[in-house]
Structure formats: C-alpha cells, structure tokens
C-alpha cells in the first residue's frame, strides 16, 4: 500500500523540526543582531555628524594655521585629523583618535598669532568655538553610547544569546576601555 506525501508521519516531524529550528534561529539572529546594533545605531544617528562636524572645524583651524605656526604642530595636527577621518565607520578608532585630534588642535590653536586666534568673530575663534562645541557634545554623547554597548553585551552574554550572537556574527564594541 502507498503511502501520501502528507500521512507520512516521519516526514512530517522531520519537515515540522526543521521549521521550527529555523524559525527559532532566524527569529533569535534577527533580534541578537537588532541588541548589538543599538550602539551603532545611536552613533550614526547622534554622533557621526557632531565627529565630521568636529574634524571639518580642525580642517579649517589648519588652513588658517598654515604659514603662522611651527610646522611640526601642524604635521601633528594633520596626521590626527587624518587618523580620526579614517576611523569613520570605526566608533571606538574614531574615539580614540578624537582624543589625539583635541590636544593636537589645542596646541596648534594655541600656538597661532594671538590677533588671529582672539579677535571676536574672527575665523581662527570661530573655528575654535566650532571644534570645542562638537567636542562638548561628544563628550556628552560617549557615556551614552558606552552604555549601550555595556547593556547590548551583557544582554548577549548568555544562553542561548551567546551562542545566537555568534551564529549571526553580532558583536558589540565601546568606545573607551
């Protein structure tokens, strides 16, 4: 006697435990991947901006620095303006460039013709006030993000998270040690 497709019981558990572990893999991966994805989310969306905003102010400082300052200072200030560019898509790289980016644009900021960095409205102080602004913001926005990261990490710490986690390749990072 022939047997239907649908009274075979064996392929029926076989088709409905397959359906359910992917469903329970697919449905865990996706909600993993949206817990690890929260900090990103939150620096694209609330400090990428106020980073490119800071770098384009510091871009701005070297211009005007050009010629009036210790050519070193300047080279320092380039090579961390450079550094922090390149770790756009980097949060915790973008970080810790940042930090090297802020004391080589104080020096260099400091270090020009006090007429051009002090006069009220002038390009060097409006410059200045631009790139201390966005670091400021960031220094505001960074706990934030750290803070996201820590929960993302340790709401994946667990079973079956852990092991979820690693299936979809979701991973969190902070942006200081």
């Known amino acids: 006697m022939k047997h239907r497709l649908s009274e075979n019981r064996a392929l029926g558990v076989t088709a409905l435990c397959c359906a359910v572990l992917v469903g329970v893999l697919g449905i865990g991966c996706a909600k993993v991947r949206a817990v690890a994805q929260a900090p990103a989310d939150y620096y694209r969306t609330s400090m990428s901006a106020d980073f490119a905003a800071r770098e384009a102010a510091a871009g701005s400082l070297l211009a005007l620095a050009e010629g009036n300052v210790d050519d ?106």
Not at 149 to 169: V, W, Y
């Open 72 to 177: 070193s200072l300047l080279q320092s200030a380039q090579a961390a303006l450079d550094e922090s560019c390149a770790a756009a898509d980097d949060p915790a790289a973008r970080y810790a460039a940042g930090l090297s980016l802020k004391t080589a644009v104080e020096l260099l900021y400091n270090a020009m013709p006090a007429d051009e960095r002090d006069g009220q409205g002038s390009p060097a102080q409006m410059a200045w006030s631009e790139f201390t602004s966005r670091t400021a913001i960031l220094s505001h926005a960074v706990p934030e993000y750290n803070e996201l990261a820590r929960t993302a990490a340790q709401k994946l710490s667990g079973f079956p998270a852990q092991f979820l986690a690693d299936l979809a390749g979701a991973h969190t990072e902070e942006m200081t040690a």
